[in-house]
């Protein structure tokens, strides 16, 4: 019974450090953490000066993204977008226009760039790559 305490004692480590691994490092799609999306906006030689950018869905809510100055290139994280779904992208200047890009779609794992000088949107590829 002594021989037998430690094979149990053994195997139970190894189930319990088994199952720490999967619980801490799921594989992608089912790991929220890592259900993202990458917007960059790309502000140089634009008119457009200090601004918040959003991320606006189709189908109601917005996401603020942060802060972009004259002649900045800034990339931020979409936390959670939508498979398949229909977003812009708003700037709101401080004198309180508006400007929305063109709409796209935006899943998880894409790239996509708002040139604004041409105000349009580019698939840069896929952030998971």
Known sequence: MSLNRPVRLAAALIVAAVLTACASNPQYPGNRETYQAQVEIDNDNSSLSNFTVH???ANG???RLGN???NETRSFSVSYPSSGGRYQLMATLISGYELFSPAFTLTEGDMIVW???RNRVFFAGNARQ
């Open 115 to 117: 040139n604004l000088q």
């Open 61 to 63: 809510p917005r996401q």
């Open 55 to 57: 991320l606006v869905s």
């Open 68 to 70: 972009v100055n004259l």
